[in-house]
Every structure is written in structure tokens, then in C-alpha cells.
């Protein structure tokens, strides 16, 4: 938190994450897995700042589907992400988004809250 997403979170989200009001934090890991929880709707997160880490290996620890998308907020187009492997995604927590359903194998994901102004 203090190395990576404090620092980034001021960088990109000046207006949302502020040194004086950036101490609250929040982390869970989340799994997907075909034939169980295979996908998460539409939703935005409690956070000023979310950062959402793809735990799964390059190599032995393929999966298909489950890519994310976000929403535009001004069109409500959806635009998709493919979420690799050792990718990293950072958003506002207020950005609509979802995960599509994963079709085989099992991606896991470490997921981090940081809490800012308003």
C-alpha cells in the first residue's frame, strides 16, 4: 500500500486520494473457477481506489474467459480488459465494472481497497 498504491493513487487520483486522508485500507482475494463462482455483475466498489492483482502463474495456471470490463461513464459502452497473468488494474472504486464468466481453469485474484476523500 505504502510503496505502490498510496503513490499512485495520489499520481492518477489527485482529487480523490490525498495524504491526509488516505489511511484506511481494505484487502480480500477472490477466485474464479469454472462451474462455481464463475463471474461477478456489474458493480462499482466502498473504495476511493481499487487495485486488482491477477495471482495466477504465466505459465501452469491457464484459464479462459473471465476477462473484466468497465463502463464508460458518458457512453455506458463497455470496454473489455483481458486480465493476464501477473497484470495489475487500478480504477476509482465509483467506475462500473464487472468480471465475464470464466469458461475452464481457475484465475485467482488479490484485491486492495484504499479509502480517500469522500
Not at 468497465?70 to 467506475?95: L, S, Y
Amino acid at each position: 500500500m505504502d510503496t505502490y498504491m498510496r503513490p499512485l493513487g495520489r499520481l492518477f487520483y489527485p482529487e480523490y486520494i490525498q495524504a491526509d486522508e488516505d489511511s484506511e485500507t481494505f484487502g480480500f482475494t477472490i477466485q474464479y473457477q469454472a462451474g462455481k463462482d464463475q463471474s461477478i455483475r456489474q458493480h462499482s466498489d466502498s473504495s476511493s481506489l481499487t487495485l486488482n492483482i491477477n495471482l495466477n502463474l504465466p505459465t501452469g495456471e491457464g484459464y479462459s474467459g473471465s476477462s473484466l470490463y468497465f463502463v464508460d461513464p458518458a457512453t455506458g459502452e463497455k470496454n473489455i480488459v483481458e486480465f493476464a497473468p501477473g497484470v495489475a488494474v487500478m480504477h476509482r472504486g465509483a467506475t462500473q465494472h464487472a468480471a465475464l464468466p470464466i469458461t475452464s481453469g481457475e484465475r485467482s485474484n488479490m484485491v486492495l481497497w484504499l479509502y480517500g476523500k469522500n
